[in-house]
């Protein structure tokens, strides 16, 4: 899935937003990498960049994202 995480990112590590979010490098990997991600995840990570869910996921419906 399409995403804006590297534009947001404006050239910090991954590991800068592990540590700003909780989530693994792992995952977050995934997401870098197309995978919708979990609910709770995707607003962590807007709240980090203070931005909406859809200014880093622009094309993301409701059935994307993973629940669990």
Known sequence: MEN?????????????????????????????????????NAYIIADVFNKSVYDIWPHLKADDIHKS
Do not use: H, V
């Not at 910090?12 to 937003?17: A, D, I, S, V």
């Open 4 to 40: 804006n995480l590297n534009e947001f990112m404006d050239g910090r590590p991954k590991t800068w937003l592990a540590d700003q979010t909780g989530i693994k490098r792992t995952t977050l990997n995934n997401y870098f990498k197309g995978i919708p991600p979990r609910l709770d």
